[in-house]
């Protein structure tokens, strides 16, 4: 038998790499394909977006209402996703799409990113500007991950050498949620710990990483 408590209201922020151009519309309508109830054009951080609302949610705890936002940024798409435990009998929650809004306007896209260049033998992670993702053998850099396989072949050479050690990885005081989740309730001031650079680091490092909660 199953039972559950309401569970708490919840932010995730899913972050991929887009091979092809493609539009907020594009990106919510390839994701989304369950009772959606409402959609529309909307804007995060003066950055072109879309949202929507959806229904949905295991019969057996009742259904949830989804708050969906896609922002195409910089060769990557955002999927802001909000979460909240209906009531019986209620449709929409007035009191999330609130939160949620006071939420998204506190959001800032940064520019950079932990990347590492897979054209170098010697390249150590370092930030640089998202935009070079995807360009020159630029990559988002993932803690822990073996590159070798990726690199020229002309870099397992013995007459190569080695490599010197990377310098400590520049990591703008992020740090891996003990719980999984970043706090993200809203303040008076926006989170660095909860921009869209501190969510890129999260997914990359934090093999437990569950999103922002609230």
């Known amino acids: 038998m199953l039972s559950a408590t309401k569970p708490p209201i919840g932010l995730t922020i899913i972050v991929n790499q887009i091979a092809e151009a493609v539009t907020p519309k594009d990106a919510f309508t390839n994701a989304i394909a369950t009772q959606i109830i409402s959609q529309q054009e909307t804007v995060v951080d003066g950055i072109p977006a879309y949202e929507g609302l959806e229904k949905a949610g295991p019969a057996e705890i009742g259904p949830f209402l989804y708050q969906h936002i896609f922002v195409v940024n910089n060769d990557n798409i955002y999927h802001i996703e909000f979460s909240e435990k209906l009531e019986k009998g209620n449709e929409t929650s007035l009191h999330q799409q609130q939160l949620f809004d006071q939420i998204l306007s506190t959001f800032k896209f940064t520019d950079t990113v932990?990347?590492?260049?897979?054209?170098?033998?010697?390249?150590?992670?370092?930030?640089?500007?998202?935009?070079?993702?995807?360009?020159?053998?630029?990559?988002?850099?993932?803690?822990?991950?073996?590159?070798?396989?990726?690199?020229?072949?002309?870099?397992?050479?013995?007459?190569?050498?080695?490599?010197?050690?990377?310098?400590?990885?520049?990591?703008?005081s992020f740090t891996c949620p003990p719980s999984g989740w970043v706090d993200c309730m809203p303040g008076t001031s926006a989170k660095p710990e909860c921009s869209s650079a501190a969510m890129v680091w999260y997914k990359a490092n934090c093999p437990d990483f569950k999103g922002g909660a609230l």
Not at 131 to 149: C, F, H, L, M, R
Request: charged share 15%.
């Open 114 to 172: 932990l990347g590492i260049q897979l054209t170098q033998c010697c390249s150590c992670p370092t930030m640089i500007d998202t935009s070079q993702i995807g360009k020159n053998g630029w990559v988002v850099y993932e803690q822990g991950k073996d590159y070798t396989a990726q690199r020229p072949n002309l870099c397992s050479q013995p007459n190569i050498g080695a490599c010197a050690p990377c310098p400590p990885l520049e990591t703008k």
